[in-house]
C-alpha cells in the first residue's frame, strides 16, 4: 500500500507491531519531497509515537481482524469470549484489556480485536446498563441541588450518581467516561 492511501484507523505493521493511524497530514514543503506524517497508536502497548514517510515508500498493512463476541466469564487472568454464531471461546488476557474490565457484565457484546489469531484488546459499546449493589441513601429534599454519591455496581466498580438513585435500581453508564448517564427501568 502506497503512503497516499493512508488513512485515519487504517491498521498497518511495523517491523512486525501492529499500528492504527490515529491522524494524518499530507505535506508538500516548498523545496524538496513531500512528505505524509502520521501518530499512529500501537495497538499491543497502546503507545502513540509519530512517524513520517516520504511520497511514493509503501507500508504493510496488519493482519487485523474484529470480531463480534460475547463475554462469558472471568477465569483468573484471562477473560473467555463466545462467538454465539458458532460457540468458539477466546481467551483475552487480562492485561491486553486494561481497565476496560471495570464495565464487562456476563453477556456483554464486545468488539475483540485479534492480531495474528491472538486477542490484542477489546472495545466496548459506548454504553452499558448495570446494577447499582451498594449506594447511600439520599438525604430528602436535596435532589434539588445535582450533586451525587459514590454507588457500586455490580461490576464492583464505583461511579458517581445522583442522590435519587438507590440501591437495586439499573443506571446506564458511559464505558468511555466512567460516567452516569441515566436511570433505565427494567
Known amino acids: 500500500m502506497q503512503t497516499t492511501d493512508i488513512r485515519k484507523g487504517l491498521k498497518i505493521q511495523i517491523d512486525g507491531v501492529p499500528y492504527a493511524i490515529v491522524e494524518h497530514q499530507f505535506v508538500k514543503p516548498g523545496k524538496g519531497q513531500s512528505f505524509t506524517r ?3 497508536k500501537n495497538l499491543t502497548t497502546g503507545n502513540v509515537i509519530e512517524r ?10 496488519a493482519d487485523i481482524e474484529t470480531r463480534k463476541l460475547t463475554y462469558s466469564w ?24 486494561g481497565d476496560e474490565t471495570r464495565f464487562l457484565s456476563e453477556g456483554l457484546d464486545c468488539e475483540v480485536t485479534i492480531y495474528n489469531g491472538n486477542a490484542i484488546g477489546i472495545d466496548l ?12 441513601p439520599g438525604i430528602k429534599g436535596d435532589t434539588a441541588s445535582g450533586a451525587t454519591k459514590p454507588a ?4 464492583g466498580t464505583t461511579v458517581n450518581v445522583p442522590l435519587f438513585i438507590k440501591e437495586g435500581e439499573w443506571v446506564k453508564v458511559d464505558t468511555r467516561t466512567g460516567d452516569y448517564l441515566e436511570r433505565v427501568n427494567r
Open 38 to 40: 502520521c501518530r499512529i
Open 52 to 61: 513520517t514517510w516520504k511520497s511514493g515508500e509503501s507500508v504493510e498493512l
Open 74 to 97: 472471568d477465569e483468573g487472568d484471562s477473560l473467555v469470549f463466545m462467538d454465539t454464531a458458532t460457540g468458539d471461546q477466546l481467551h483475552v488476557m487480562k492485561d491486553k484489556v
Open 125 to 136: 459499546p459506548p454504553s452499558v446498563v448495570l446494577q447499582i449493589t451498594e449506594s447511600e
Open 152 to 155: 457500586r455496581l455490580s461490576t
